[in-house]
């Protein structure tokens, strides 16, 4: 069992009860060795609203190698994954991050007023993380 999974179900089990607040700042000062579990926690959430809080959770430790989660969830996610992983990769505006958000241009959508917005809101982002 790992040392990071006792806070990370305490805090978890916070967001749930409605304490997002709490939540939020206890998953994220937990120490920047806990991503893994964070980021596997991502992954295996079913709700959309916990996956996107956790999307939020990880790149606000501004680590690198939370980039390739960022970088899928900007290319595969909903809108409010796109959007956290954007806000991180321009948070981190590293080359890394650069490249994740110019990776990002190749994502269509089935509504092309869907891709339209993506594509305002990601050039946006390329220019501020440059």
């Not at 996956?51 to 690198?64: S, Y």
């Not at 321009?90 to 490249?99: D, K, T, Y």
């Amino acid at each position: 069992m790992s040392v990071f999974a006792s806070p990370i179900t305490y805090y978890l089990e916070r967001y749930r009860q409605g304490d997002t607040e709490n939540a939020f700042c206890g998953l994220a000062q937990v120490d920047h060795e806990a991503l893994p579990e964070l980021m596997a926690e991502f992954r295996a959430a079913p709700e959309t609203d916990l996956r996107a809080f956790l999307l939020n959770v990880v790149w606000q430790h501004r680590q690198t190698s939370a980039i390739p989660l960022l970088g899928q969830a900007l290319r595969e996610g909903e809108t409010a994954f796109w959007r956290q992983a954007m806000d991180g990769l321009v948070a981190m505006a590293c080359p890394e991050a650069l490249e994740a958000l110019r990776m990002g241009r190749s994502r269509q959508f089935p509504e092309e007023r869907d891709t339209q917005e993506f594509r305002a809101w990601l050039e946006e982002a390329i220019e501020q993380a440059s």
